[in-house]
């Protein structure tokens, strides 16, 4: 046999990113959308391993981040996330967020494995993207690692099995903390964005996923945290990033 031989070679395990496209919140009024270090971090880390990353989107074309996400924002909220601003002053890497692919393009037998990134979007537009739950199903019934991050993880609130089971009903997940929605809300209360009978979320993801019969965890306020239930990884918020992508890294057999 050939040294050359092709089937010798291994080839690249294959990732496919998926982000919300912009949307408009139901509670605030705001225009929202993904977040990007959700995004960057899984990116920079899978592409460090070598892995082929394809962005998507559930109608692809452009998708547009939520603001304080982006390090250059006024807010200062992200200021400190220099791979993402890395990932945004990078011109190819950048056009991939402008010309996403749409998620009907998306083929089973292409890829390995499938993140799902959040943003405040997911929370107001994934109930309608049946494309996509039915995606996430077919990759998690294949024995396909699915991942699902920060508010991303509503995605699980909607995606049914072949049975008509909930997907996340007896899993063990993380998401988005009751603790950081009520921080995220008394944050917009201080600063009078929005009177205290008000919300930014109109449902929480914590509670959601309990009334399924998930088993949901987290690791308290603002901490790195993702977990691994069989092909099934969730990350806790926008600072799980990293810690997501390598629990794909190892269900995928890596290190």
Known sequence: MSLKDPNLVQQPKRVAIVLANSSVSTTTGWPVGFWWSELTHPYYVFTEQGYQVTIFSPQGGACVADAMSDPNDQSGYSKTDLISQGFIHTPELKALVDHTRAISELSLDEFDALLVAGGQAPMFSFEQEQGLQTKFVEFYEAGKVVAALCHGTALLAFARLSNGEYLVKGKTVTGFANVEEDFADQAVWSYGLLSRDQHIMLWRIEDKLKALGANY????????????DGNLVTGQQNFSGEATARLVIAALGGV
Do not use: E, P, T, Y
């Open 217 to 228: 965890v987290q690791a308290g306020l603002w901490r790195s945290f993702a977990i691994r």
